[in-house]
């Protein structure tokens, strides 16, 4: 059971995500959507540019468009600065992040095509993967390219036996007990869930509650998405 009296570091509830929790759309003029999310000292700014002629040749799908999204953490994102360029994990989260986009994303529209997404996280306290995919699913949104649904990301831990959403670098690096178990989800505005990620150990009646305080976080997440795209309709209009 979730202990509710569990101390965070940083005094949030467990089911509280960081503050601030911001997203804002448009702030990279140049390419076709954009979009920045935040949540804490996290920061992930992701730019659309597409649909566009898929090349080489020989990677277009005459089926359906391709989404291709690029995860990269800029090297004064964190303390220690990080090696710039891709990375074994960069790939990893890439793939990841077209993993959990793809099943909203009508790219049966765009056959032969592709749709690139790149992700900069300009800050990093961990979770970067969630707040990369929610800035992505935005810009998708206000790139204008046809989605069914739209995509929230939050990660839950179990920290020894606490079960907390959002977590920081420095909740990630727990070390009681059983240590530090990180589950990121990332899941529909109708809670189907096209991302699970888990690492670490837990069993399955906490993972049943873990997903649920990630539906209700990514509720929270979802209507500020929701807000920051009708901002920015709104904005466009009074120009
Ligand atoms: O960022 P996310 O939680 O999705 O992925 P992670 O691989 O679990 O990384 C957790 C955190 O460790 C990152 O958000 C960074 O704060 C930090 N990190 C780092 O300092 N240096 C790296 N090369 C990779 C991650």
């Not at 996290?42 to 391709?66: D, F, L, R, W």
């Not at 959990?100 to 790149?118: G, I, R, S, T, W």
């Not at 300009?122 to 206000?142: E, F, K």
Request: aromatic fraction near 4%; glycine fraction near 6%; charge should be negative.
């Amino acid at each position: 059971m979730t202990t509710k009296t569990f101390k965070r570091p940083d005094g949030r509830k467990v089911d509280e995500l960081r503050q601030p929790v911001l997203a804002k759309v448009g702030i990279v003029p140049n390419a076709d959507g954009s979009a920045m999310f935040q949540t804490g000292k996290t920061i992930a700014i992701a730019a659309v540019y597409g649909p566009k002629k898929m090349h080489p040749q020989h990677s277009q799908n005459p089926e359906k468009g391709t989404l291709r999204c690029t995860y990269n953490m800029n090297s004064f994102s964190v303390s220690d600065r990080i090696r710039p360029g891709p990375s074994r994990r960069s790939t990893e989260i890439s793939k990841i992040t077209e993993w959990a986009l793809e099943p909203v994303v009508m790219l049966e529209k765009y056959p032969n095509q592709v749709v690139d997404v790149h992700i900069n996280i300009i800050q990093a306290d961990a979770g970067t993967r969630c707040a990369g995919i929610n800035a992505a699913a935005i810009a998708l949104a206000h790139a204008g390219i046809p989605m069914k649904d739209m995509i929230s990301s939050v990660s839950v831990g179990k920290l020894d036996k606490t079960l907390v959403v959002d977590l920081t670098k420095e909740e990630e690096d727990f070390e009681e007990g059983e240590g530090p178990t990180d589950i990121p989800i990332s899941m529909t505005h109708s809670g189907e869930i096209t991302h699970l990620q888990l690492d670490g150990k837990i069993n399955s009646e906490q993972l049943k509650e873990a997903v649920e305080m990630a539906k209700k976080a990514c509720f929270e997440i979802y209507e500020i998405q929701k807000k920051s795209l009708k901002e920015s309709v709104n904005l466009e209009d009074a120009e």
